[in-house]
């Protein structure tokens, strides 16, 4: 158990809708990442948070959005759903948020667009 | 930018044979490298790391990976394969100043018994 925990576990929608994705880092790790899965785009770094503010961004489209609460769990959004969205999305969370720390990663949120 | 490739999507192997997974990295200079394993159904889980020094680095399940400057590589060893082994894995690398990190296409092992 990596200590992260990500709901749902499953999710299934339409198209055009909106999801919200939850991740509870392991106890007294600062840094949230959110990673998306895809058989053809394999694992792509969407977005990073540190203590609450936004670290790093990657791949990430402008209809989804995350943030990171004070209690340092996180959200991420997905708005205006398409088909080729569904994927699987880990969160991981890391102690310092450099490169250097490993990652642990939550069981992921599997998401289906129908 | 830093860039990971796995040249071998798919590996097959009987159980107890060795085994080795190949991670070539680009990064101009000595990237930070991990090994990580993804079983079906869950996340990933860390294998090891190599930031600097010894250059043969020892993690869990028996596993081992080299780093080889001038080959840019990162492989990952282990001597005899058992078949809870049979999983995606994926290196991935790390550089200074970028929090995240890039992963590799993976490579999926299956062990035969």
């Known amino acids: 158990d990596s200590g992260v925990t990500q709901t749902p576990k499953h999710l299934i929608t339409a198209t055009g809708q909106r999801v919200t994705l939850r991740c509870s880092p392991r106890s007294g790790d600062l840094s949230v990442y959110w990673y998306q899965q895809s058989l053809d785009q394999g694992l792509q770094f969407l977005i990073q948070?540190?203590?609450?503010?936004?670290?790093a961004k990657g791949n990430i489209l402008e209809r989804f959005s995350a943030q990171q609460f004070p209690d340092l769990h996180s959200e991420l959004n997905l708005s205006s759903l398409e088909l080729g969205d569904s994927a699987l999305y880990f969160c991981a969370s890391s102690v310092a948020g450099h490169p250097n720390s490993p990652l642990h990663f939550g069981n992921g949120t599997r998401l289906t667009v129908t | 930018a830093q860039s990971v490739t796995q040249p071998d999507i798919h590996i097959t192997v009987s159980e107890g044979a060795s085994l080795e997974l190949r991670c070539n990295y680009s990064y101009g200079a000595t990237p930070y490298l991990f090994w990580y394993v993804q079983s079906p159904g869950q996340g990933l889980q860390l294998l090891l790391k190599?930031?600097?020094?010894?250059?043969l680095v020892q993690g869990i399940k028996g596993f081992e990976a080299e780093f080889k400057r001038s080959q840019s590589s990162f492989n990952l060893r282990k001597p005899s394969v058992h078949w809870s082994d049979a999983a995606e894995y994926f290196c991935?690398?790390?550089?200074?100043?970028?929090?995240?990190?890039?992963f590799g296409s993976g490579t999926q092992l299956t062990v035969l018994p």
């Open positions: 991935a690398v790390g550089a200074p100043g970028l929090g995240q990190l890039t």
């Open positions: 948070y540190y203590n609450g503010e936004e670290r």
């Open positions: 190599y930031f600097s020094g010894d250059t």
